[in-house]
């Protein structure tokens, strides 16, 4: 019942644009802190951008400062995550997450704490 599901995820470009989707069902998202995280084979799972329940605040990582931007819509009990200026090393899955805390930085693995909700991930691949 309780679900996030990721969309928007697929193929681009370096240089290239897309825009990644979180819909969550069966509970309201206004209470939690968002985090976007992705893993890539053979690596941690990384935090990406984190958005506090209000969407006042928005932090990112040092890999994606400037070319990703987070944001929320809680009436449509969504999450958002713009990435533009996409590089080969954006490549990984990427997943939502929703948390009572602030989302920490990483994990070994993602899904990453069994606590928090977790969608359950989609691909973004770049390559030229």
């Known amino acids: 019942q309780v679900q996030l599901v990721e969309s928007g995820g697929g193929l681009a470009q370096p240089e290239g644009s897309l825009r990644l989707s979180c819909v969550a069902s069966?509970?309201?998202?206004?209470?939690?802190?968002m985090g976007w995280y992705r893993q890539a084979p053979g690596k941690e799972c990384e935090l990406v951008a984190a958005?506090?329940?209000?969407?006042?605040?928005?932090d990112y990582g040092d890999s994606v400062e400037g070319r990703f931007t987070a944001s929320r819509d809680n009436d449509k009990n969504s999450a958002y995550l713009q990435m533009n200026t996409l590089k080969l090393e954006d490549t990984a899955v990427y997943y939502c997450?929703?948390?009572?805390?602030?989302?920490?930085?990483?994990?070994?693995?993602?899904?990453?704490?069994?606590?928090?909700?977790w969608g359950p991930g989609t691909q973004v691949t770049v390559s030229s």
């Open positions: 069966g509970f309201r998202i206004r209470n939690y802190d």
């Open positions: 997450n929703a948390n009572w805390g602030y989302p920490r930085s990483r994990y070994n693995n993602c899904p990453g704490s069994p606590s928090d909700f």
């Open positions: 958005i506090t329940s209000d969407g006042g605040t928005t």
